[in-house]
């Protein structure tokens, strides 16, 4: 198994925990929630889901080509807002800004401030899963729950024709 690189480029906004806001290994990397700050000054680009669609998919734009990977790599994109009547805003951003490249992607209303910057609320989280290579065949499944209980990351790896699911742990599920 591919050895787990960690990394937060310096042009990207600081990450409110600990944790890094890339973790690659092999082909497949992972971004972790993203909200729509600007890095030189720590503070929401602004109160609208359009800035801040817009804001989180330039960092990750620069994360990604930390790694030697672009936007037209992702797989799949889990979008949390605050408040599904954004949903249209942060649609026609979000399509503007991806251009004619359309990955997976899961849209889904949050409850808990995660996101708070400051004195202000951030309207939504990102987070994307992407490959560097289009000849890596590795599929890959990546689970994140805010609330009930879920956080973890799984690879899905074909050995003998059967699929096998790595999660974090190192624990491995054949189905």
């Known amino acids: 198994m591919s050895k787990v690189e960690t990394s937060t480029p310096a042009d990207t906004m600081k990450p409110i925990g600990p944790y890094s806001h890339i973790a690659k290994a092999g ?18 680009v602004g109160s609208d889901i359009a800035s801040q669609t817009i804001q989180i998919l330039d960092a990750f734009e620069i994360m990604l080509s930390s ?9 799949h994109i889990n979008i949390f807002l605050t408040d599904m009547r954004d949903f249209a805003a942060m649609n026609d951003a979000y399509a503007e800004r991806m251009g004619n490249h359309r990955p997976a992607r899961t849209a889904a209303t949050r409850t808990h401030a995660v996101g708070e910057i400051g004195a202000r609320r ?8 992407q490959l560097i290579d289009e000849k890596h065949p590795q599929g890959c499944l990546v689970l994140h729950r805010q609330g009930a209980a879920l956080f973890g990351l799984g690879i899905l790896e074909q050995s003998q024709g059967r699929l096998r699911n790595i999660d974090a ?4 599920v054949s189905f």
């Open 122 to 129: 951030s309207a939504m989280l990102l987070e994307s899963v």
């Open 27 to 44: 082909e497949f990397i992972t971004i972790g929630g993203t909200a729509g700050v600007d890095p030189a000054t720590g503070e929401l």
């Open 169 to 172: 742990a190192g624990v491995a």
């Open 67 to 75: 790694v030697e990977s672009d936007l037209d790599h992702v797989l």
